[in-house]
């Protein structure tokens, strides 16, 4: 099969395509003939170093979700067959023609759906329900705080966050993202480079913020949120040092949390997989359109990493092998 390949950490020159061998099941996986998988930020960082894959992963293909048809099975898999249409969250090994998932990972490509369309779902759908809604514990009629609206991990949350019937704030590098926001469902919309949202919205009081920026947003996100508010942090692409006043958490009794997806044991994926299922999945293709920007070849995995780390993407970026 062909694969792209890190071939030593650095810039998207790094990226090539290389022919593997079609992985080998164990008996309780399946495996999958790719037609399309997702390009994400992790991946750019695993690029760079500094987001390795977990022990016993393929370590130099990227790739955290794939969507394709079932073409064989393991002994003991009994949740899917041959020829079913699914998509899959993986720990790596998604920038490839064929990839091995267990069998309990497989969600079945919603109805109406592209492979391209069900590929975009993944890793921003487990991510941002486990984050926001398990973690951050967000309810209906709260107000919630997004930043980078317009790039995967954004488009699902205002979406998700609206059908759950939250009030959404989101932050947008430019016009015309502000608008894309706005289209989504988001109720208010700044453009950081000319507006600080901490002072546009400094007596909102924010019930969750879902953060992935870090550095010195950290202590603006104590000041917005409101008693018992939630901060979850994704990511911390400002740094993740951060100056912190403890008595403002004692007196708003705020909870800071996060987490990353990827380590985490198979059992709570698996875990994670059945509620997206159950919570999620209904809403898709009525209080959720999957926002792809653009499908690329998978042999040019250079040019949607060039495409990514410019920021010029609104949702997501699919390979196509």
């Known amino acids: 099969m062909k694969a792209v390949i890190i071939t030593e950490f650095g810039g998207p020159e790094v990226l090539q395509v290389v022919e593997r061998p079609i992985p080998i099941i164990r008996e309780e996986e399946v495996l999958i003939k790719v037609s399309?998988?997702?390009?994400?930020?992790p991946d750019i960082f695993q690029r760079k170093g500094n987001y390795l894959a977990p022990v016993g992963v393929v370590q130099d293909i990227p790739g955290l979700e794939i969507a394709g048809e079932v073409v064989q099975t393991g002994a003991k898999v009994d949740?899917?067959?041959?020829?079913?249409?699914?998509?899959?969250?993986?720990?790596?090994?998604?920038?490839?023609?064929?990839?091995?998932?267990?069998?309990?990972?497989?969600?079945?490509?919603?109805?109406?759906?592209?492979?391209?369309?069900?590929?975009?779902?993944?890793?921003?759908?487990?991510?941002?329900?486990?984050?926001?809604?398990?973690?951050?514990?967000?309810?209906?009629?709260?107000?919630?705080?997004?930043?980078?609206?317009?790039?995967?991990?954004?488009?699902?949350?205002?979406?998700?966050?609206?059908?759950?019937?939250?009030?959404?704030?989101?932050?947008?590098?430019?016009?015309?993202?502000?608008?894309?926001?706005e289209q989504l469902g988001a109720d208010h919309v700044l453009n950081y480079r000319t507006q600080d949202f901490s002072e546009v919205w400094q007596s909102e009081n924010m019930n969750v913020v879902l953060d992935?920026?870090?550095?010195?947003?950290?202590?603006?996100?104590?000041?917005?949120?409101?008693?018992?508010?939630?901060?979850?942090?994704?990511?911390?692409?400002?740094?993740?040092?951060?100056?912190?006043?403890?008595?403002?958490?004692?007196?708003?009794?705020?909870v800071i949390t996060g987490s990353t997806l990827r380590a985490r044991s198979l059992d709570f994926k698996i875990e994670l997989a059945d509620d997206v299922l159950k919570h999620i999945w209904p809403l898709l293709g009525q209080q959720y359109r999957p926002q792809v920007y653009k499908s690329i070849p998978l042999v040019e995995a250079e040019r949607a990493h060039r495409m990514m780390e410019m920021g010029d993407v609104f949702g997501k970026l699919i390979l196509i092998p």
Not at 36 to 41: D, E, F, I, S, T
Request: a neutral charge; charged letters at 20%; one cysteine or more.
């Open 36 to 41: 399309a998988a997702g390009v994400n930020r």
């Open 79 to 181: 949740t899917v067959k041959v020829g079913d249409e699914v998509c899959c969250l993986v720990a790596g090994g998604g920038y490839a023609e064929y990839a091995s998932v267990h069998h309990r990972m497989c969600l079945p490509v919603p109805e109406g759906f592209t492979f391209v369309e069900a590929a975009s779902l993944p890793e921003t759908v487990f991510t941002v329900w486990d984050n926001v809604f398990r973690r951050g514990k967000l309810k209906r009629d709260e107000r919630i705080l997004i930043h980078g609206g317009s790039g995967g991990i954004g488009s699902a949350a205002i979406q998700l966050c609206k059908a759950m019937g939250a009030e959404v704030y989101v932050t947008a590098g430019s016009e015309e993202k502000a608008v894309y926001c």
């Open 212 to 254: 992935s920026i870090g550095g010195d947003y950290f202590s603006k996100h104590i000041a917005l949120l409101a008693e018992d508010g939630r901060l979850v942090h994704i990511n911390a692409v400002n740094g993740g040092k951060v100056e912190l006043n403890i008595f403002k958490v004692m007196q708003k009794r705020i």
